[in-house]
């Protein structure tokens, strides 16, 4: 009896497989592509706020503000916060009227000067690019050699503050070029310092200044406005500089 020969059954659907594992890759390709673009749109936000920040009027933050990164290392959403440039800004009288302020503490200082608390020329007004200078010079407020303020003068230093107007203001220590190394001063440089910040100090704590608008520095004795040669210059060397700075002017 002769046997059937069996015919192998062909399945027509094998390139479904094919087709499905087609898909899968394409599907894969499609979603690496979108992260890739999505990852390079956040840069591309960033970039874009760090660039618009460095072609924007220059502004301040609070102290308590960070700058974020740039890059996302947790693959978390980013809030953008730009930074601004830390660049010097020029310097304007806060004053409107500087003149005025000027004159009151003209008037001020010629009614202390009456009543004897400071010797007279203790006390000098001027007025250069950066804004209105008053020199506080060592006879009137510092004894030799020390940073402590005389006591007769601060009442003084006390009317001086009230008439501050609000902005920014540098207190500048300065000194003649007599070489002074003593248990507390080293140099002129701590000398200088030291006087600077008790002025400043003092200001703080009887005018309207706010202390973020407040800078102080000793420059020894390499700003002399008098010649070291004479005892008289060396006296008017020997000063504080409270500078009231002036406001950067609007762009146009």
């Known amino acids: ?34 992260a890739s673009s999505q990852s390079d749109k956040k840069k591309q936000i960033q970039i874009a706020a760090v660039m618009q920040t460095a072609f924007t009027p220059l502004g301040t933050f609070e102290a308590h503000s960070k700058t974020p990164p740039l890059t996302d290392t947790n693959g978390a959403s980013v809030t953008l916060i730009p930074a601004a440039l830390a660049l010097p800004l020029p310097s304007v009288l806060t004053d409107e009227h500087p003149s005025e302020t000027s004159e009151h503490l003209r008037r001020l200082l010629d009614a202390q000067m009456d009543a004897g608390r400071i010797p007279p020329g203790s006390v000098t007004l001027r007025t250069t690019s950066e804004g209105l200078v008053i020199s506080l010079h060592e006879i009137g407020f510092f004894p030799s050699g020390s940073a402590e303020i005389r006591d007769t003068s601060i009442p003084t230093l006390t009317s001086i503050a009230a008439e501050l107007p609000v902005g920014p203001v540098r207190v500048e220590g300065h000194t003649d070029d007599m070489p002074i ?64 700075l002036r406001h950067p002017t609007p762009s146009q």
Request: with cysteine; charged share 20%; net charge positive.
């Open 181 to 244: 190394h003593t248990a507390q001063y080293i140099t002129n440089w701590e000398l200088s310092a030291a006087r600077s910040c008790a002025i400043a100090r003092l200001l703080l704590e009887h005018g309207h200044l706010n202390p973020t608008e407040v800078t102080v520095a000793g420059y020894s004795e390499y700003h002399p406005i008098a010649s070291n040669a004479s005892e008289a210059g060396r006296a008017q060397n020997r000063r504080v500089d409270i500078i009231l």
């Open 1 to 34: 009896m002769s046997r059937k020969k069996k015919h192998d059954h062909v399945n027509h659907e094998r390139w479904l497989v094919s087709y499905a594992d087609f898909i899968t890759l394409l599907f894969a390709f499609f979603v690496v592509l979108f």
